[in-house]
């Protein structure tokens, strides 16, 4: 008798939105959140008392976001942004059959500049 | 173009590698990621991998940060494109000169890593942009939502945050593996990506500097990242337990130790960095530290600079992180600017990196020091060869050593260590160590050790030494003699026809000949004829070789009807060089004194000249044909010697030219030959200056009477060394001929139980009323004899200190310029700045003068003058030196210049046979038309008898008086 065949694997979830998020507060408070809430930080700035950095963080964790002494703000929504960016990847292989290079972007003036 | 797809990025990567073979190594890694990709990395710059430190750059590592992959590619096309054009690089305002280009990668090798997380970017590229992570799904249990890990998380460094670090801390990482950005694995080096990056820093060693391309912040960080850095307790360190639990809160107790220099170097290329950017378009980077509020665990940057720390067998490497631009994916007109920015900081980054702590590496490229085959009493020299990269200072020290452990010999250290001083590059250069080896005993091994420290970076190097020693090189010589009827011609010497000045000379050659060389006497005139086949010359005083050869010189008359082939006496004396065997070089000496005129001549026989070639010629230059004798010796290692016209004060002219020659051909250097008449005024003393690099001597009296004179050595310690009480005295022994008198020196000499060597020895002479008596009444009373005995004294030296000399010449007709060209070397190194040299050069005119030459590079001296009148012009090349432990030395060489009017165009060297040898090619030429030959056979006729019959009639009517 044939083994019967394995379910299919359940179909991967949609790609949760993503938003750029800016938290402001104390150094502090900051570190609280970061320690309950560890996510990249990917730009911080101090700003007079406060601590300004720039996160990103699926949608549905936002609200986790918030804590005593900080402020959110939602900045843009980042997985939109990067849906239209995915339209400048190159489609195929433009580097294919010819053992073609890329061509570098700077200029190269023979024996250097002057 | 726009972004790069993940099929992109590998097939670029692939195809540079192809397109600059010799500038590019394709380097594949050896774990493919979960999705089954295999990645590739570069290795740029000249020279096989590890030669150069490097810097690697490691790109792609954050899924969603697109640009980093084309900053890799860019920085490579742009590179290897400029090094291979020699061209400069400009980017924007910032711009770096094809020697900036060409001098990156002649010191560094770059390792780009261009892709570390295929899976990650296509996912990003082609699902969710904002991902980050990998793709492997091993620790999902099989929940779509919880793959992946984050690959900066996941190095060995700190990697156990909740130990190390303190609570509330804020670490940047989870242990949760559904953490949609920053899950740091099970384990450090978990995934293939990490693996891949680990495997290229370990397979590429000497990598000093790393960094890690990411976005976004337009910063440039450096270590470290767990926590502020100080400089000061040592002790405080990630490895120490004591404090975990501490670590990543600023202003507190705790920050991590850096070794003030280190600091300063990383903030050093970290500000290049962000310098070299901000001139493309004014971008503003900062240069700051990894942990910057908020610590980080199982990050690269820290890893790569831990590892020295924790394991002290890996080298120290630069830890950095960049990150680029104001958002992850910028529009694509945007990143090219950044890639622009980014490349034009690497470059200066790259170019700075070397120099950042002054010392990058030294390293030793011979491992052992070997001294093969070296003769048996030579000294010689072998280098322990370094390459160093370094701008600062560096020293390389003989801590110990070099010390013979077994064997025979000794080792010596003649110009002690070596030293850089500091430098604008870190371009590699070579440092030597000499080591010198000499040679005792023949056919036996001796091993020995050195060992040589770098203060400046701690190495130790242990090289060991091999030696072994063979018998003194033999040579086999053959004289080759013009028996033709001009030599009965006077020679210009009173009395003496021209084959008895060569009567005088020859035997010079044969006596003072090593025991174990060979010699071989031809004899030609319109033929050649083998006197003497080579034999080896056997003892001074008793040896068979040299009997015999002396007695085919005596026996070498003149043919008052011979004409002159040369070309047949090369081919004869050839012939007998060729069937002697056990000789480790031979020489061909070629005397003659006229221009040859009979077939055949030496053009004929240029394919045989596979000997060093010696040739003298008596007479002038309008007697002899030099063009011809120089085409016998040129690029042969031998020369040509002119005598001139002979007058009464070249009575050892001649002569000398033989003795010269044989110490050329038996590898000896002439010291000193001063002529002189003695009278019976009481004992003149001759110096001369014995080296610790000599390791034979022959101090010889030429002498038309050598049996006038009482004749001593005196050695440096004064004691006096008489042939005639030569017992208890070691390395002497005597030797007398017709014409000349000479002791033969094996150093160290033992006289009076006192070793002696090194120093100003003496030729001591005397000659006593009743010799010179005798001698005058010899020569018939005539005024030159009452002047005294002639002599001329000459010192050989088979030495370490060498010099050898040429007279080049612009053209052989007046006007021509004598290049006098001179190198000395001792132990096979130049003498450098330890040495001069002049030439006394005697004109064709008679006129003499002093020509200083100067040393255009190390041991090379060298000097000209413009011919004027035609003839021979004598260049007498004398060293003046000291040795490198000191020691005086003296050299001299005998060279001849020859210029006159037909000197560019010569007439043929034809006879009067010419005629004869037209018809004999012609009938050759003939005879060669295979029908001919078939018809002469038909009729019985030996086509081959013809014209060897023809040919031997030739060599009958050419004879000439």
Redesign the interface.
């Known amino acids: 008798m044939a083994n019967a065949a394995p379910p299919p694997p359940p179909p991967p979830p949609p790609p949760p939105k993503v938003l750029s998020v800016k938290i402001t507060g104390s150094d502090t408070a900051i570190r609280e959140l970061l320690t309950r809430h560890p996510m990249p930080v990917e730009s911080t700035r101090r700003e007079r008392d406060s601590v300004v950095i720039e996160v990103f963080v699926p949608e549905d964790e936002v609200k986790q976001l918030e804590h005593p002494g900080v402020a959110v703000q939602v900045l843009f929504d980042a997985s939109a942004r990067g849906r239209e960016r995915q339209a400048e990847v190159g489609k195929g292989n433009r580097f294919a059959g010819e053992q073609r290079i890329p061509k570098g972007l700077g200029d190269k003036p023979k024996g250097g500049p002057q | ?5 993940v ?2 990025v590998e ?2 990567t692939v ?2 590698a ?2 600059y073979p010799s500038l590019c190594q394709l380097v594949t890694l050896p774990f493919t990621t979960s999705e089954a990709r295999t990645s590739h990395a570069l290795r740029l710059g000249p020279g096989v991998a590890g030669s150069k430190d490097a810097v690697m750059i490691i790109c792609g590592v954050h899924a ?1 940060e ?1 640009g980093s992959c084309e900053i890799a ?2 920085l490579a ?2 590179l290897l ?2 090094f291979a ?7 924007g305002g910032k ?7 060409q001098s990156l990668l002649n010191t560094v090798h770059v390792v780009l890593f261009p892709l570390v997380n295929p899976d990650g970017r296509h996912y ?9 992570k990998n793709r492997n799904p091993a620790y999902s249990g ?1 929940n ?2 919880c793959v992946g890990v ?1 690959i900066n998380r996941n190095y060995d460094f700190l990697f156990d945050f909740t130990t190390a670090y303190a ?8 242990s949760n593996p559904c ?4 899950y740091h694995g099970p384990s450090a080096f978990s995934e293939a990506e990490t693996q891949n990056v680990k495997w290229l820093l370990d397979s590429f060693p000497r990598t000093r500097w790393f960094i890690d391309v990411h976005s ?2 337009q910063d440039m960080l450096y270590n470290w990242g767990d926590d502020e850095d100080q400089t000061t307790n040592a002790a405080m360190n990630f490895m120490n337990p004591a404090f975990d639990g501490q670590r990543g ?2 202003g507190d107790a705790y920050r991590e130790y850096i070794h003030a220099d280190d600091l300063a170097v990383v903030q050093s290329l970290s500000g290049r960095f962000v310098t070299d950017l901000q001139a493309v378009r004014g971008k503003a980077y900062i240069s700051k530290s990894s942990y ?3 610590p980080t665990s199982g990050a690269s940057d820290d890893y790569v600079y831990a590892r020295h720390r924790a394991d002290p067998s890996k080298a120290k490497v630069y830890g950095f992180t960049i ?1 680029w631009g ?4 910028p ?2 007109a945007e990143m ?1 600017n950044i ?2 920015d980014v ?1 034009a900081g690497l470059i200066g980054f790259c170019l700075a990196a070397p120099c950042a702590n002054g010392l990058s590496a030294v390293g030793l490229d011979t491992p052992t020091i070997n001294f093969q085959n070296v003769p048996e009493g030579v000294t010689t020299t072998r280098a322990a060869v370094f390459s160093v990269q370094s701008c600062a200072a560096v020293d390389l020290n003989v801590t110990s050593g070099p010390t013979k452990l077994t064997g025979p010999g000794s080792f010596g250290l003649p110009l002690g260590g070596a030293s850089f001083p500091a430098a604008d590059s870190a371009l590699e250069r070579d440092a030597r160590i000499w080591v010198s080896y000499t040679a005792t005993n023949a056919a036996a091994s001796a091993t020995g050790t050195m060992t040589v420290t770098c203060p400046q970076t701690g190495q130790t190097f242990v090289i060991p030494i091999t030696a072994n020693t063979i018998p003194q090189p033999t040579v086999a010589s053959c004289l080759v003699l013009d028996q033709s009827g001009s030599m009965d011609d006077p020679s210009g010497i009173l009395n003496k026809k021209r084959i008895d000045v060569l009567h005088d000379a020859a035997p010079s050659f044969v006596s003072l000949l090593p025991d174990n060389d060979g010699i071989g006497v031809v004899s030609f005139d319109q033929d050649a004829y083998l006197r003497m086949g080579i034999m080896t010359a056997g003892s001074l005083s008793s040896g068979l070789g040299r009997a015999l050869a002396g007695a085919a010189i005596t026996n070498h008359v003149t043919n008052p009807m011979g004409t002159t082939s040369i070309g047949d006496g090369v081919e004869v004396g050839h012939n007998a060089i060729a069937a002697a065997s056990g000789y480790d070089s031979t020489a061909l000496i070629v005397f003659t004194d006229g221009e040859e005129n009979t077939y055949k001549f030496i053009s004929d026989v240029q394919s045989l000249i596979n000997n060093r070639v010696f040739a003298v010629g008596l007479g002038t230059v309008n007697e002899v044909n030099p063009v011809a004798l120089n085409h016998l010796v040129n690029n042969t290692g031998g020369y040509l010697l002119l005598t001139d016209n002979l007058g009464q004060s070249d009575v050892f002219k001649l002569q000398k030219y033989f003795v010269q020659i044989l110490a050329s051909a038996t590898n000896a250097d002439v010291v000193v030959d001063p002529d002189g008449f003695l009278a019976p005024v009481g004992e003149i003393k001759i110096p001369f200056d014995i080296t610790e690099s000599d390791y034979t001597a022959d101090v010889v009296l030429l002498s038309p009477a050598p049996w006038a004179f009482a004749f001593q050595l005196e050695t440096p310690t004064g004691t006096r060394i008489d042939h005639n009480a030569l017992g208890g005295v070691a390395g002497v022994k005597f030797n007398q001929s017709a014409n000349l008198i000479f002791y033969r020196l094996a150093f160290p000499v033992v006289a009076a139980a006192v070793p002696a060597q090194a120093g100003r020895w003496y030729i001591v002479l005397k000659v006593s009323a009743g010799a010179y008596k005798e001698y005058v009444t010899s020569q018939r009373g005539s005024d030159q004899a009452k002047a005294g005995v002639p002599y001329s004294a000459v010192v050989h030296a088979r030495s370490s200190v060498n010099l050898d000399a040429h007279v080049l010449q612009s053209s052989y007709v007046p006007g021509a310029v004598l290049k006098l060209h001179a190198v000395l070397t001792e132990m096979d190194l130049p003498v450098e700045k330890r040495a001069s040299v002049r030439v006394e050069l005697r004109r064709a005119d008679g006129t003499t003068s002093w020509i200083p030459l100067t040393e255009q590079d190390p041991g090379v001296f060298e000097g000209s003058v413009v011919t004027s009148a035609a003839g021979v012009y004598t260049a007498h090349f004398r060293a003046k030196g000291s040795t490198l432990r000191g020691y005086p030395f003296s050299r001299e060489q005998l060279r001849t210049g020859l210029v006159w009017t037909q000197g560019d165009n010569p007439p043929p060297t034809r006879g009067k046979d010419d005629c004869c040898q037209d018809w004999a090619t012609f009938l050759r030429c003939l005879l060669s038309d295979e029908s001919l030959r078939q018809l002469l056979a038909r009729n019985h006729l030996d086509a081959r008898a013809i014209e060897k019959c023809f040919a031997q009639v030739c060599k009958q009517s050419s004879k000439v008086g």
Do not use: C, H
Not at chain 2, 1 to 5: A, I, K, S, V
Not at chain 2, 125 to 131: A, E, G, I, L, Y
Not at chain 2, 167 to 174: F, I, R, T
């Open positions: 173009m726009t972004y790069l797809n099929d992109e097939t670029a195809n540079l192809a397109a969603r697109w590619l860019n096309t742009d494109e400029a054009g020699n061209l400069g690089l400009t980017y711009s770096f000169t094809a020697a900036q280009i990003s590229q082609n699902v969710d942009s904002m991902w980050r099989g779509p939502s984050d609570p509330g801390s804020g670490v940047v990482v989870s953490d949609y950005q920053i976004y912040s809160i600023s910057d509020l908020y990150e104001t958002e992850f994916q529009a694509w090219q890639i622009k490349s």
